[in-house]
């Protein structure tokens, strides 16, 4: 039986996720664009199509996807400096990961000689903004993909599957789904993981932020991760009626 906790956000249980809302189209110029709300977390991806790729990659007869990644002055309780190109840390290790999940489930081949970009803007944090971009941006790109087809730009949607991303961590010594800031700053064990639709795994980031953390821990957390996952897949399906390979 379930039991919900007031001390979590939105009276959740352990295992439960804050509110999650993919609203998509909400660019007027993106190609694909979707607003991730995770709770109070907002992130707005949206893609854009170039008629290139990258200087290494010409002659390939295969697309890019990448990714940009960065937090508005006004997204969090104090006003942090706007981000200028050739600097961040925190911010290029997040749109690598970003970039690189949803490449795995991409036939770059079947894109042809373009580019896509995500980018994602977190307009407000409150934990789990990776997570959420990563999961938006899914949207944004499958939005971007169908414009192709429906352009007869590209034969076929070249989405292989669906990636999506969640949180989780050891807090106060409980293990716990879809972290909020306060938890996060908190947190013992802290860990993402991005994972497809048919439960396997691209990326699991976890680090042991006050205390080292055993296998048995890891895998209660692995399964509560999963859970997530499932959830967000599923999510992503209702909002765009993806229907697998070939779509």
Same mark, same amino acid.
């Given at each position: 039986m379930q039991h919900n906790d007031t001390s979590r956000s939105y009276d959740r249980a352990a295992n439960e996720m804050r509110p999650v809302t993919l609203t998509r189209e909400v660019l007027k110029h993106a190609a694909g664009s979707c607003m991730a709300?995770?709770? &109070?977390?907002r *992130? !707005?991806?949206a893609a854009t199509i170039e &008629? @290139? @790729?990258p200087r290494w990659r010409k002659g390939s007869h295969a697309g890019w996807v990448t990714a940009e990644y960065a937090m508005l002055p006004a997204s969090t309780g104090k006003r942090s400096p706007r981000e200028q190109r050739g600097r961040k840390g925190r911010s290029m290790e997040i749109e690598r990961l970003i970039g690189r999940s949803l490449r795995t489930v991409v &036939? !770059?081949? %079947?894109l042809g000689e373009v580019t896509i970009t995500l980018d994602c803007d977190v307009i407000q944090a409150d934990g789990g903004t990776r997570t959420a971009s990563v999961t938006g941006?899914? @949207?944004? !790109?499958? &939005?971007a993909l169908m414009? !192709? @087809?429906r352009a007869d730009k590209i034969a076929r949607l070249p989405l292989t599957? $669906? *990636?999506a991303a969640v949180s989780m961590g050891l807090v106060a010594g409980r293990a716990l789904l879809d972290l909020d800031y306060a938890e996060d700053s908190n947190a013992q064990v802290d860990m993402n993981l991005v994972g497809t639709a048919d439960g396997r795994i691209i990326e699991l980031q976890g680090t042991g932020e006050q205390t080292p953390f055993d296998r %048995? $821990?890891?895998n209660e957390l692995l399964e509560l991760g999963e859970l997530g996952v499932a959830r967000l897949i599923e999510l992503q399906r209702k909002v765009t009626n993806f229907k697998g390979v070939g779509e």
């Open positions: 709300e995770f709770g &109070d977390t *992130v !707005l991806c &008629d @290139v @790729v &036939d !770059l081949r %079947a941006a899914w @949207v944004a !790109l499958h &939005d414009s !192709l @087809v599957g $669906q *990636v %048995a $821990q890891l």
